[in-house]
């Protein structure tokens, strides 16, 4: 039984990439609007790398599961008042993702009685080959 039930950022095994038109939070790193790429690390599955022009950071992760495949690979960000937080990375065709753990800052709005709203972007899982050229 428990073979069946590993950290689903493990099922994050290609980079995948995005776009936003707003900054964003992301672990402790606040990262402004643009492309970026999300990459397993190698050598924890807990943790991703995020990857754009401006820099990169490492974030922890947890499993998470939807109810059903995602139709699309899609990244989700929680939306309190004009602050965004990079929330799920969702793979098209799995029930399995991964979620970002809650930092101080997000603990906070979230104390405070802020409620969120949903924002998701498309994303592109990409071959490994094609994000090392």
Partial sequence: MLAG???ASAQIT?????????????????????????RPDDDN???LQLTGKQGSVLFQ???????????????????????????????EGSDEGAETLPQEGERHVTKHGSSATEQRIAAKKTSTTAANR
């Fill in 14 to 38: 290609n980079p995948v990439e995005f776009t936003t038109t707003f900054t964003f939070t992301v672990g402790n790193a606040t990262m402004p609007a643009g492309a970026y790429t999300i």
């Fill in 61 to 91: 992760t947890d499993a998470a599961r939807a109810g059903r495949p995602a139709p699309k690979t899609e990244v989700v960000f929680k939306r309190y008042g004009d602050a965004y937080i990079l929330k799920n990375v969702w793979l």
């Fill in 45 to 47: 599955p807990d943790i």
């Fill in 5 to 7: 039930i590993q950290n």
